[in-house]
C-alpha cells in the first residue's frame, strides 16, 4: 500500500514520518481491520447459511423417508384387503355349492374388508382437502354427550375384538357446541380406535372422559397400552407418523391422529397427548364453549 511504500522509504532514507503520512497509515489501518471485521462476519454468515441449508437437507430427506413410509404403508392396506375380497370371492365363485355357514362368513369378511379400504381412502383425501382449504364444514347444534356416547358405540366392536374394556365418565348437561358434527365424531373415532391398537390384548382398559369448565369443554381417552416413547411425543401429530415404534407399528396409515389434530384446530381447540413409555397415553382435546 501506499503507507508502506512511504514507510520503508523514510526508513531508507531516515527520514521522519509526516503528519499527514502518519495519518494515512492509521486511516489505512482502520479500513484494513474493518476489512477483516466484513470478511469475518460474511464468513460466519456463509457457515449459518450452510447449515441451514445443510439442516434443510437433511429435513427433507426425512420427509422424503416418510413418503416412502407411508406409500408402502398404504400400498400393504390397500393389497391386503384387496388379496382378502379377491381369495373370497373366488372361492364362492368356483364353488358355487359352498355351504350357507361359509358364505355368511366369507361375505362377512368381504364387507368388513371393504369398509377397511373405504375408510383408508376416505383419510387420504381427508388430509388432502383439509390441507387445501376444500373440506366442507357442515355446522349444527352439536350435543358432546350424546356424540362420545355415539363414538363408544360405533367402535364397541373393536374394544370387543380385543377383549377390551371401556369406561365412560361423561358429564351431565354439557354446554351445546355449535360445530360440525360429523367431523367431530371422526375424532373420538379416531382417539377410540388408536387406543383399540395399541392396548393389550384380553386385558385393555379404555377410560372416556367427558367435562367442562366456563372456557371449554374437555375430552380424554386414556388407555393402559404400550404408551408412546418420549422421542416420537414431538412429532405424534405429524402426517404418516404412527406410535407404537418398530416394536408395534400398527395397521394404517398414520393420518388418523393429524387429521384429528386439524379438525380440533378448526373449532379453535387443541390436541395433545401425555404418555409414558409402558404405561400407556391419554389423548385429550378442549374446544371452546360459545360466548353467550
Do not use: C
Not at 381417552?221 to 408412546?228: E, S
Not at 379453535?268 to 397415553?281: E, H, M, N, Q, Y
Request: proline share 4%; charged share 25%.
Amino acid at each position: 500500500s501506499a503507507s508502506a511504500r512511504v514507510m520503508v522509504s523514510t526508513v531508507v532514507q531516515e527520514e521522519p514520518l509526516g503528519l499527514d503520512e502518519v495519518m494515512n497509515i492509521l486511516d489505512e489501518a482502520s479500513q484494513v481491520r474493518a476489512y477483516s471485521h466484513q470478511l469475518e462476519e460474511k464468513s460466519q454468515a456463509l457457515e449459518a447459511a450452510t447449515r441451514e441449508l445443510r439442516a434443510a437437507n437433511e429435513q427433507l430427506k426425512e420427509y422424503d423417508r416418510l413418503k416412502d413410509d407411508f406409500m408402502s404403508s398404504v400400498t400393504h392396506e390397500l393389497r391386503t384387503p384387496l388379496t382378502s375380497i379377491r381369495a373370497l370371492s373366488e372361492m364362492m365363485l368356483e364353488d358355487p355349492k359352498t355351504d350357507l355357514a361359509n358364505r355368511k362368513r366369507f361375505l362377512g369378511i368381504i364387507v368388513s374388508e371393504t369398509e377397511r379400504l373405504t375408510r383408508l381412502v376416505n383419510q387420504v383425501l381427508d388430509m388432502a382437502k383439509i390441507e387445501s382449504g376444500h373440506a366442507e364444514w357442515h355446522n349444527s347444534d352439536v350435543d358432546m354427550h350424546e356424540l362420545v356416547e355415539h363414538a363408544v358405540d360405533a367402535t364397541a366392536q373393536l374394544f370387543k375384538d380385543r377383549g377390551a374394556v371401556v369406561e365412560m365418565a361423561l358429564a351431565e348437561q354439557v354446554p351445546v357446541l355449535r360445530a360440525d358434527h360429523d367431523r367431530l365424531l371422526q375424532v373420538m373415532i379416531n382417539l377410540l380406535s388408536n387406543a383399540a391398537k395399541f392396548v393389550p390384548a384380553n386385558a385393555g382398559k379404555i377410560k372416556v372422559a367427558l367435562g367442562f369448565n366456563d372456557d371449554e369443554i374437555r375430552v380424554d381417552v386414556t388407555d393402559n397400552g404400550i404408551g408412546i416413547p418420549p422421542e416420537l411425543e414431538p412429532v405424534i401429530f405429524e402426517k404418516f407418523r404412527q406410535g407404537g415404534g418398530e416394536r408395534a407399528r400398527p395397521q394404517g396409515t398414520g393420518l388418523g391422529l393429524p387429521i384429528s389434530k386439524q379438525i380440533v384446530e378448526h373449532f379453535g381447540g387443541r390436541l395433545w397427548v401425555s404418555a409414558t413409555t409402558d404405561k400407556g397415553a391419554t389423548f385429550s382435546f378442549v374446544l371452546p364453549r360459545p360466548s353467550a
